[in-house]
């Protein structure tokens, strides 16, 4: 197939920046429930655990996957807008990725849950194809949804009753970190987050089939952006209302499912892998539900102009991203206040909540004078570098 690039213009996509607010609120709010991936607390109210329950049904894992569709749509934007005018953007896209590697291990110094540097080596996986039929996307995708890994353990399972879920050494680095959260200084967690933080970003997602779940959001991008959906244009708003009523009716199959077809198997492995798999397409669900809504509600309903508020704050999410690992390992680590031991889950709710807020109207008053956010900035600088751009 030769590659035609499209022939309307990619303008800026105002429900995208909605949706990476959306996003990038609901991770920090986990993060800072989570302590960044410090699982030490005071004594739990009953309040600190039906919030906890709440949060995580709510949020975790759809937040991260509207982030990583993004991400995809982004891509075949960027790769698209040049290609318009005659120019091959891949090899300034791997670059690009190699400066979110590096954005990915500033983040490190201060959280080890980073997700820029997983981001980073996904993207250079999918770049090659960027110039794919949609048909290769789709199938790709599909496989990639399909949870592979899980599903040779599976099957292994089967053949081998005794055969042991797929384990990178995951927990053991988590434990390694936690000494220098907890006692350490700064440089303590710097180095923990790059000795450890790094490689156990990619073994947990690998373990729990969040890496190939995101290499599939990422071709979902893509595909999303090829066919526009994001406009309001043409027959989208059908697609969208139909992908709202099927995403609620597969959330609602799978989720009992999921809390029910793994104690079937009796043996560790199959038992292990049904759940990642069941799991990750409960969320997937959910997540679809989350992105159809949100975009007929500022396509089609009266709320677009107080969602509008909030694009500010999506345009801003690289910065608000990484701001929350430094101003969060402050807040709750050792080396900064070290609130851990004394903030329960509201409270830390609380807090979050706050920062967000302020987070927000530092979004408003800097671009009222800039294009973009200060480490958005930066990094579109430094990916035309010596290209005049």
Known sequence: MTYQPSTKPNTRVDVADLLRAIAVAGIIILHFIEHLNFYNFPPLTSADKALWDTAFFVLSNKMYAIFAMLFGLTLFIQHDNQAQRGYDFRARFAWRMVLLMMFGLLDLLFFNG?????????GLIVLPFVRSSNRTIAIIAIILALQPIELIYLIGSMFNPGLQPLNLGTNEMFAAIMPAQENGSW??????????????????????????????????????????????????????????????????????L???????????????????????WKNLAMMLFYVSGLTLLYHRTRMKKPLSTLLPYGKMSLTNYIS?????????????????SVSGHVL??????????????????????????????????????????
């Open 258 to 280: 999921y809390f029910t077809i793994p104690s079937l198997f009796t043996a560790e492995c199959a038992h292990a892998s049904i759940k990642v798999m069941l799991d990750m």
């Open 348 to 389: 830390s709710f609380i807090i979050s909540i706050i920062f967000i807020f302020l987070q927000y109207n530092f979004c408003k008053l800097w671009l009222r004078n800039h294009k973009r956010g200060p480490l958005e900035q930066l990094w579109h600088n430094a990916t035309w570098l010596k290209s005049g751009k």
């Open 114 to 122: 980073d997700i820029l540097t997983v981001y980073a080596v996904g």
């Open 187 to 256: 440089l303590d967690v710097a180095i923990a987050g790059i000795r450890y933080g790094f490689p156990v970003n990619f073994t947990w997602a690998i373990e729990h089939g969040r890496f190939t779940q995101t290499l599939f959001l990422f071709m979902l991008g893509i595909l999303v952006g090829r066919h526009r959906l994001l406009y309001d244009e043409g027959n989208n708003h059908i697609i969208w209302k139909r992908t709202m009523i099927w995403s609620a009716v597969a959330f609602a199959v799978l989720c009992p």
């Open 324 to 340: 929350q690992s430094v101003v969060g390992g402050f807040i709750f680590y050792h080396w900064g206040l070290g609130l851990y």
